[in-house]
T-cell receptor, first 117, second 112 residues
Framework: EPEVTQTPSHQVTQMGQEVILRCVPI?????FYWYRQILGQKVEFLVS????????KSEIFDDQFSVERPDGSNFTLKIRSTKLEDSAMYFC???????????????FGSGTQLSVL | GESVGLHLPTLSVQEGDNSIINCAYS??????FIWYKQESGKGPQFIID?????DKRQGQRVTVLLNKTVKHLSLQIAATQPGDSAVYFC???????????FGTGTKLQVIP
């Protein structure tokens, strides 16, 4: 079964450093997402991306965050200047199109655990 | 504000018994609900979904019940197996299709 893959599985960084989290969505999917999960808490929506632009974002997704589809297969999340509170598991997800809109059924990757020291 | 939450943080069930995981939601406009299973070290995995025009949907060993009157959702797992041990999240989408709101999760522990 096709799956969403994320790299790296763990990322340790110093506060103030930039990090890029990488994802390869399922190949025929057109909608891409980032979610995060702080330890012991809910999975939280960050951003959705379609047709090379952000289609929806949450209040968490401030100017320190950006997303990019640099080529036909990768989808990245960049945090420009990491803060301690950015430490979390970051999940990439993708979905295909159903009836002309995003299919609500999301496929998640296994996540990147980001630790900001 | 809008929220999706779970009644019980941890549920312990004997292997072979049925499990029921409950969820309350507050957004009356929610029209699509999903149950996800998250095993340790993995991302959420889709289990079953239900639309607001239904009150019951069955899958393989799982059933989701929706009571819109009291804004309550439940996941029933028949003949619970050790492999069912995980955290289960209910989630909702209120029509935007692009933002799924997750509940806080219930940890299911299956006792062999």
């Amino acid at each position: 079964e096709p799956e969403v893959t994320q790299t790296p599985s763990h990322q340790v960084t110093q506060m103030g450093q930039e990090v890029i989290l990488r994802c390869v969505p399922i190949s025929n999917h057109l909608y891409f997402y980032w979610y995060r999960q702080i330890l012991g808490q809910k999975v939280e929506f960050l951003v959705s991306f379609y047709n090379n632009e952000i289609s929806e974002k949450s209040e968490i997704f401030d100017d320190q965050f950006s997303v990019e589809r640099p080529d036909g297969s990768n989808f990245t999340l960049k945090i420009r200047s990491t803060k301690l509170e950015d430490s979390a598991m970051y999940f990439c997800a993708s979905s295909d199109v159903k009836g002309g809109v995003a299919n609500e059924k999301l496929f998640f990757g296994s996540g990147t655990q980001l630790s900001v020291l | 504000g809008e929220s999706v939450g779970l009644h019980l943080p941890t549920l312990s069930v004997q292997e072979g018994d049925n499990s029921i995981i409950n969820c309350a939601y507050s957004n009356s406009a929610s029209d699509y609900f999903i149950w996800y299973k998250q095993e340790s070290g993995k991302g959420p995995q889709f289990i079953i979904d239900i639309r607001s025009n239904m009150d019951k949907r069955q899958g393989q060993r799982v059933t989701v019940l929706l009571n819109k009157t009291v804004k309550h959702l439940s996941l029933q797992i028949a003949a619970t197996q050790p492999g069912d041990s995980a955290v289960y999240f209910c989630a909702e989408n209120s029509g935007g299709y692009q933002k799924v709101t997750f509940g806080t999760g219930t940890k299911l522990q299956v006792i062999p």
